[in-house]
Nanobody, 122 residues
Framework: QVQLVESGGGLVQAGGSLRLSCAAS????????MRWYRQAAGKQRELVAA???????NYAGSVKGRFTISRDNAKNTTYLQMNSLKLEDTAVYYC????????????????WGQGTQVTVSS
């Protein structure tokens, strides 16, 4: 089975930086898009950033210029570098990946990590 595990969340002061990591594991045939979503308390889940298999990126307007998404295909890992953090960035951040497992090569599935809490203080 394909699993996504996020790490790097925590408490940080406004203006600080944090880097989130999401590692995909399992019998993976391919990974297409990798994305980061977030869900703040009382709000709907929103797309923060996405990176395609070819390296093209997209960002939510609220994080553009502050966050950077990247991926290391050799490690099946995506990163979200978050700089100049603001109070409104506080949320649970979820890793999302579109992937095909070896066990079901002809199908593409969407996988989700369990989320990591990012809390920006002050």
């Amino acid at each position: 089975q394909v699993q996504l595990v996020e790490s790097g969340g925590g408490l940080v002061q406004a203006g600080g930086s944090l880097r989130l990591s999401c590692a995909a594991s399992g019998s993976i045939f391919s990974i297409n898009a990798m994305r980061w979503y977030r869900q703040a308390a009382g709000k709907q889940r929103e797309l923060v950033a996405a990176v395609s298999s070819g390296g093209s990126t997209n960002y939510a307007g609220s994080v553009k210029g502050r966050f950077t998404i990247s991926r290391d295909n050799a490690k099946n890992t995506t990163y979200l570098q978050m700089n100049s953090l603001k109070l409104e960035d506080t949320a649970v951040y979820y890793c999302n990946a579109e992937a095909t497992p070896y066990s079901s090569r002809y199908y593409r599935y969407t996988y989700w990590g369990q989320g990591t809490q990012v809390t920006v203080s002050s």
